[in-house]
């Protein structure tokens, strides 16, 4: 039945840690074999289809082993339709990174969104909530400048906005955390800042990085992000940057 399928499906994930995946192939044949028996037929593929889209949105990867996307129902959709034709024989489905989760979780707090299981869906919902202030996010560090004396502080936020920025500007596609051992966030912030080359992968490891070690860059972002500071920060901006404007 379909509550056999699924409840197998995320009894099997649930066992896996972060290092470890399932390949949607042998898992289609594990299925295929007693006490399920799915065979090729239109009701098996309903079947396990049914299984597999519960993992869909709620924090799960498919991968092909170089680069990793978001589980969602029209990802699902194509996959397994590669797969029931014979051509989907390299996907493996694997738990959201601790480290990548860890950065949703800090994102969400920081930026008043109340849940997200993917980083596109903070970049969505971030890109959506700027459109509607009209005012760029970086108008923060100029507030939180007047307001503390603490350079430190301030540069960490500099920091932190200069690696957002590349992730709502660029996306993450091709993201890979595992062929990154570490990252130094103010270098990667630096080769940002000056237009050199850098990845997704990279950016992403850099702010796991800064906001381990930073916690206090979460708070002061959640108490400042609304509209009118935004608006106030750019005023500043222009005050201190442009005068003659």
Known sequence: SNKTVK?????????????????LLELWKEFQKPPFGL???????????????ELCDKGYYYTDGSTYNPLNKDAALRILQELFQGRGKGYEIKKNPQEVQFVVEKLCQAFHISKASYLEDIIRSLRSRLKEFG??????????ENHLNDKESVENLRIFFTLLRYILEKGIE??????????????????IFQGEETNPSEVVKSLHCL?????????????????SILERGFEIFLEKELPQV
């Open 7 to 23: 409840s197998i499906i995320e009894k099997v994930i649930e066992t896996f840690n972060e290092n470890d995946s399932i390949n």
């Open 211 to 227: 906001l381990s070690e930073k916690s206090t860059i979460v708070d002061t972002i959640n108490k400042f992000f609304n509209k």
């Open 174 to 191: 091709g993201l890979n955390l595992s062929a990154i051992k570490t990252a130094d966030y103010k270098s990667v912030a630096q080769k």
């Open 135 to 144: 005012y760029p996010i970086w108008g923060i560090v100029y507030v939180v």
């Open 39 to 53: 065979s090729d037929n239109g009701i098996s593929y309903a079947l396990f289809a049914r299984g597999i889209r």
